[in-house]
C-alpha cells in the first residue's frame, strides 16, 4: 500500500512542480530619464516580508499525528526511512515513464519530485478495510518560492495535459487529469481527479488537493470510498484540518 499510495501523495506533489508560469519578462527599453533634480526624494520603507517558520521534519510529522481521517482515527505517521524509501521509488518510476503528449513529460519528469531535496516533509495515512477508502496526507516545508509559485500556478498546467498516455515497462495507460471543486475551505486550495485506464480494462482514480500555507506545501490524496463525492470530502477534510495546526 505504501508503495502504491504513498508515490501518488508524492506524485501530487512533482505534478504541482511541472511548468508553472514563466519569469515575466524583462521591460522593453526606454529613452533615459531626465537627470534627477536637485532636491531629494524620501526613500519609501520597504515593507517586510513574513519569514516562514522553519518546520523541522519531527515537527511536521507531529502536526500530521494530530489529524484524523473521515472516521475520526489518527492518521498513521510514516516513519521517516519510509518516506524515504518511497520518494527514492518514485523518483525511480517516474524516470522510467513515458509521456505523450511530449509535452507533457514534465508531469512524470524525474526532475519533479527530486525538487523537494533539501526539505523537510512528513506523511500520513489511514485505510478503511470495509470501504475500500484510502486517504494520504503530506506535508513538505523548505521549498523555494520558485518551487511555492509553481504549485499555485498548477490549474492552468493541468489544463494543458489534461489527457495523456503513459507507458511504462511496456504498459500502456490512459491517464486523465479533471479539476473538481469544493475541495475543503482554505483559499488557493487547488483540486482534481486523476482517473488511470489500464489495458486489462480496470480503472483507478484519486482525488488530491494541495494548498500553500505559511511556506508549507500541504497534499492530500484520497481514493476508494463511496464516490467521488466522497473522495472530495474526505482529501478537502484533511487539508483543512492540518491547515489549522500550521501557524
Not at 53 to 65: F, N, R
Not at 73 to 101: G, N, Y
Not at 201 to 222: D, E, F, H, I, M
Amino acid at each position: 500500500m505504501l508503495g502504491t499510495f504513498g508515490a501518488c501523495a508524492l506524485l501530487a506533489v512533482g505534478v504541482s512542480a511541472c511548468g508553472g508560469t514563466s519569469a515575466p519578462q524583462a521591460a522593453e527599453s526606454t529613452p533615459a530619464a531626465p537627470a534627477a533634480s536637485t532636491q531629494s526624494t524620501p526613500t519609501p520603507t520597504a515593507t517586510p516580508t513574513p519569514t516562514a517558520k522553519a518546520y523541522t521534519s519531527e515537527e511536521l510529522a507531529a502536526i500530521v499525528g494530530q489529524v484524523r481521517d473521515a472516521a475520526d482515527r489518527r492518521l498513521s505517521v510514516l516513519p521517516s526511512a519510509d518516506i524515504k524509501t518511497t520518494l527514492e521509488q518514485t523518483k525511480a518510476m517516474i524516470a522510467s515513464i513515458d509521456v505523450k503528449p511530449a509535452e507533457c513529460k514534465e508531469l512524470a519528469a524525474a526532475s519533479a519530485v527530486p525538487s523537494v531535496d533539501g526539505a523537510t516533509m512528513a506523511m500520513g495515512m489511514s485505510t478503511d478495510a470495509g470501504t475500500g477508502a484510502a486517504t494520504a496526507l503530506s506535508l513538505i516545508a523548505g521549498l523555494d518560492q520558485s518551487f511555492l509559485a509553481k504549485v499555485k500556478d498548477q490549474p492552468d498546467q493541468l489544463a494543458k495535459c489534461s489527457s495523456m498516455t503513459m507507458t511504462a515497462s511496456g504498459m500502456e495507460i490512459a491517464v486523465t487529469v479533471t479539476p473538481v471543486q469544493g475541495a475543503g475551505s482554505l483559499p488557493g486550495t487547488v483540486a482534481y481527479r486523476t482517473d488511470s485506464a489500464l489495458p486489462d480494462g480496470r480503472k483507478q482514480s484519486t482525488v488530491t488537493a494541495q494548498v500553500v500555507k505559511q511556506g508549507v506545501v500541504l497534499t492530500s490524496v484520497a481514493s476508494g470510498g463511496e464516490s467521488e463525492a466522497d473522495a472530495v470530502r474526505r482529501a478537502g477534510a484533511l487539508l483543512d484540518s492540518a491547515a489549522a495546526l500550521v501557524r
